[in-house]
């Protein structure tokens, strides 16, 4: 059953040109499998169970993913956001202070891990960077030496 492209998704893909390049070069031996069924640009709306729902009310089975989805389930995800928020809620949101969640976040990575430090980052990128950027203060070195394409 083919499902009707949403026009939500044509104007997403006229704006963003991530979009139409994520949908013509992420898999070139399936691109039009891909095309057909895993629209990169679908507007969700929700998800249901395993599912995701568009807009356009349309349901599929999510089968790309996100990290805690992919881990536990978007209704275990749900409850995790309903728990985090019953603890958040009364501090709104601030930046750059620290609060007693991740004190507790550091002090069961250190025990799970055995180190005496733990950084947290937002990104794969920014973990690299930090870490080179420590490499370079510990040893007093000013230049970094980086491979490409190796």
């Known amino acids: ?66 990290y805690g989805v992919n881990v536990c389930g978007y209704e275990k995800y749900k409850e995790f956001i309903e728990e985090g928020w019953k603890t958040a809620k009364k501090q ?7 609060d007693k969640t991740v004190l507790d ?7 799970i891990s055995g180190q005496p430090e733990v950084s947290f980052h937002m990104s794969g990128t920014e973990a690299v960077m930090c870490a080179v950027r420590v490499a370079r203060f510990n040893t007093r070195r000013p230049l970094v030496v980086t491979f490409g394409g190796a």
């Open 105 to 111: 976040n550091i002090a069961r990575l250190r025990k």
């Open 92 to 98: 709104g949101l601030f930046l750059g202070s620290l």
């Open 1 to 66: 059953m083919e499902e009707e492209v949403s026009e939500v998704s044509l104007e997403l893909k006229k704006m963003i040109s991530d979009l139409r390049f994520t949908s013509a070069r992420c898999f070139p031996a399936f691109n039009g499998v891909v095309q057909k069924y895993l629209d990169p640009s679908m507007a969700l709306d929700r998800t249901e169970g395993v599912d995701v729902v568009d807009i356009d009310e349309n349901s599929a089975m999510d089968i790309s993913g996100s």
